[in-house]
């Protein structure tokens, strides 16, 4: 064994080809350090599943065919699907997600020159290059060489790179393309860790996500860190609590007797290139304000609806009651907004609006403020259920999730008809509970499944939503599986 860093390592006996060894960062203390353990055995072998030989032999085929040399190293990044706590982390608030299997994993090759080329096993996906000294991001075109510019462009502005190295990359992707499973946080992430380890840096997994969150922003779109974290976080066989600020993951042990399957609704979103994700984001900030002042808070410095809580030192059951009190059901106006806060509508625009956003007319606070706080209720009522594990636990999560999804649906208005019928059809068919995951607008559904009715569940479900539809039809394969809790980010060699 070489010890190669304080926080990067690498074992690098001969292994069977086969056989892929990961590197593993250190987690940074929190105040949950039990939970952010290393796994027992450090250099797990990473399982067939998620690396088969065939894929990794197609991938340094390719490199070599395309490139003229082997790669000397692999970055690999899961997705996730978030079982509970939609549209709140932005607001400061835990969520819980898993990742899951499907992946980007990037073959990379540093290089003398300052050109980063990128390529893609998918020729749907063009060739891109760049010096990395003048890294320019499309705001207009989130192209996925975007998604990887956001990477690298963090990991060369946290350490003030003047002279970072070239890379030669190929990428390969199995989380389906704008379907709410993190497609673009994974290619953000993997490419932050790519960019690290080919500058010879080292971070821990909690200042990685952390810099990942800041750098995705790059490309418009103002998330609140799920994605990135539990892509670090996430460990395999355990659902993680992600709580921010400090930033942390406590791991949640799932029912033994359920199975999470996620069912893609074949309607694609990719919330960098429409405005509804950040209105959202845009209306919680804005009625964090309404509340803040209302309150009597210094208003000015909140732009999170976790503040107002812990500013008045009250429960989530006390926010609800405050959201009625103080905010009317009726969409605001911009105009409204700026007289509640006594500043101008200039203002408003500059100060408390996104720039893909400064021309929305009507905001609807009550409806936002509401779902987010009755959210996070239920994030820390599915731990508490997990970590109790009474005899029908299951009956219960799966509350828990209808219940989300009809906050999703009516309060957050996030959902779309596909979405609403999916989870009909998956609660129909035996599902306790079924849940639209991710930004949502498209993209898919989370169910959970008693394990005994798991296959009589995924053929009706196959049945009668994609078996319906001649498009659907055609994408079944790769739309509908059950996954469990999968493992983080790493970097790995071949031996």
Known sequence: LVCLSQCWRVCTRRVHHKQIIPYQPELQKTTDLAKHRLPKDFYTLISAAAFSRVRLQKLKEMFLSKFGTAPEFYVRAPGRVNLIGEHIDYCGYAVLPMAIEQDILIAVKPVKSQVVQLANTDSSYLDFSTNVNNVQINKTKPQWHNYFLCGLKGIQEHFGLNNPTGMNCLLDGTIPPSSGLSSSSALVCCAGLVTLKANGKTLSKVELAEICTKSERYIGTEGGGMDQSISFLAEEGTAKLIEFSPLRATDVKLPSGAAFVIAHSCVEMNKAATSHYNIRVMECRLATKLLAKSKGLDWKDMSRLHDVQSGLGVSLADMLTVVEAVL????????????????????????????????????????????????????????????????????????????????????????????????????????????????????????????????????????????????????????????????????????
């Open 328 to 495: 009317h059901p009726e969409p605001y106006s911009a105009e409204e907004i700026s007289k509640c806060l006594g500043i101008s509508l200039e203002e408003l625009r500059s100060q408390g609006l996104s720039q893909n956003t400064q021309d929305v007319s009507t905001f609807k606070l009550y409806q936002r403020a509401k779902h987010v706080y009755s959210e996070a209720a239920r994030v820390l009522e599915f731990k508490k259920i997990c970590n109790e594990a009474p005899a029908d636990a299951i009956q219960l999560l799966g509350e828990l999730m209808n219940q989300s999804h009809i906050s999703c649906r009516e309060m957050y208005e996030c959902s779309c008809p596909e979405l609403d019928r999916l989870v009909d059809i998956c609660l129909q068919f035996g599902a306790t509970g079924s849940r639209l995951t991710g930004a949502g607008w498209g993209g898919c559904t989370v169910s959970m499944v008693p394990t005994d009715k798991l296959n009589t569940f995924m053929k009706n479900v196959r049945k009668a939503y994609y078996q319906t539809n001649i498009q659907r039809l055609a994408l079944e394969n790769n739309s509908l599986f059950a996954t469990k809790p999968g493992s983080g980010a790493l970097v790995f060699v071949e031996a």
